[in-house]
């Protein structure tokens, strides 16, 4: 294990909220709410950010646009598919970053070469030259096998060499429908490093869905056979069940940093406002029990729990709430909580109690919390001043 984080291998963090993301139904973001997401993404130490699809809309080509000429730090990056026409208008609108890509896409699979109705040999001739096409206009390319998981290992093989030969600079491997698992995600990349010649000179990608609640781990186990950028958007918004959270994948890796040594240039302290942004102006509620970022993540309710994390809050936290930027108490009053809480929470309301007094107001306490769902500072005020032990 390397105890020197600056010696771990780096993973970059590819951010396509703004695009992926805004994919998922009914969450559109308007062209000033897209600036300031890819401003804070960038502030946050996000490597690529994909900042939409220029082809789409006129609406996402002026949006690519503008975060290309605002960029920061971050590389730029538009979707392309893999047609001239994409590739071109994608170029025109990310060549204003300081740092451009352009990522171009195909589905390989056998489901997904039916639709354009593309032989084998037909498709590999598509790649080459539109890799060869996107490289000349653009020293940074990033070329995807859509649909990666469910396309036949020779056939992905051979793809993804042509891919990189026609100058392809990163590769990504994405699970487009979910259906993977970590095991086999890791042996899928393992196998192409393995087996690709020219894959030593590459970066790999991962890009997980989540339709069956896999995509974390299966970004985690790709990033552990090698790959070193794992596609992920905050909250995990995506396409029907959502991309591998943001979120979830970087404190993972800061967390577990003792058996996934890798390290990434995230700043975690600024995930929480970021994910508020995101909810709110996608329209997206974060679920209260949303790893890391949920409203629920670092609270604690029930009598033993309050009573351990009072004690020491190792006991049943993992994670300092402020290294993603939370600093609200991590106590909530609710009819499972325990009389140390209650004493601990009423002395820093500014009430400070003898036993027997105590004793008296847990019982209205309780009695209360069992009317309501959660127990609210003012509650506990209105509760004292109803007794009149205020000190
Ligand atoms: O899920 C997917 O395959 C994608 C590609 C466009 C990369 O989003
Ligand atoms: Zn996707």
Redesign the pocket.
């Known amino acids: 294990m390397t105890t020197d984080k600056s010696a771990q291998p780096r993973v970059l963090i590819f951010d396509t909220t703004l695009r992926?993301g805004e994919q998922s139904p009914g969450a559109t973001m308007t062209h000033a709410e897209k600036l300031e997401i890819a401003q804070m993404l960038d502030e946050m130490g996000v490597d690529i950010i994909e900042a939409g699809f220029p082809i789409a809309s006129e609406g996402d080509f002026a949006a690519v646009s503008e975060i290309a000429k605002r960029s920061q730090n971050s590389v730029i990056c538009g979707l392309a598919r893999a047609n001239y026409k994409d590739i071109d208008r994608c170029w025109e609108a990310v060549k204003h970053a300081a740092k451009p890509r352009i990522h171009t896409f195909i589905g390989t699979s056998p489901l997904h070469r039916a639709i354009p109705n593309l032989t084998m040999d037909e498709m590999a001739e598509r790649i080459h030259d539109t890799v060869t096409h996107a490289r000349n206009l653009c020293d940074n390319v990033q070329w995807s096998a859509m649909d990666a998981t469910r396309t036949e290992h020779d056939y992905l093989c051979r793809v993804v060499e042509i891919a990189i030969k026609a100058g392809a600079t990163t590769i990504n491997v994405?699970d487009?429908v979910g259906y993977t698992a970590p095991r086999e995600s890791a042996d899928l990349i393992r196998m192409l490093l393995e087996r690709v010649p020219g894959a030593d000179g590459v970066i790999f990608s991962t890009?997980c869905?989540n339709d069956l609640g896999m995509a974390t781990a299966n970004s985690l186990a790709a990033v552990e056979a090698g790959a070193r950028q794992v596609e992920c958007t905050i909250n995990g918004l995506?396409?029907r069940a959502g991309?591998a959270a943001l979120e979830e994948v970087v404190m993972a890796l800061k967390v577990r940093n003792d058996i996934m040594p890798y390290r990434t240039g995230i700043d975690t302290t600024k995930i929480l406002n970021l994910s508020r942004r995101v909810s709110t102006v996608s329209g997206f509620a974060v679920q209260f029990n949303k790893a890391i970022v949920g409203k629920n993540a670092f609270l604690h309710e029930s009598g033993i729990h309050q009573d351990g994390v009072l004690k020491n809050v190792e006991t049943f936290e993992i994670m300092r709430p402020e290294d993603i930027g939370l600093f609200a108490k991590n106590i909530a009053m609710g009819k499972h909580s325990g009389r140390a809480a209650l004493r601990a929470k009423l002395k820093e309301l500014g009430f400070e109690l003898a036993d027997n007094q105590l004793n008296d107001v847990f019982v209205r306490f309780k009695a209360l919390a069992d009317r309501k769902k959660e127990v609210y500072d003012d509650d506990l005020v209105a509760l004292m001043q109803d007794q009149g032990t205020s000190e």
Do not use: I, R
Request: proline fraction near 12%; aromatic fraction near 0%.
């Open positions: 992926d994405p487009t890009h869905h995506g396409e991309n």
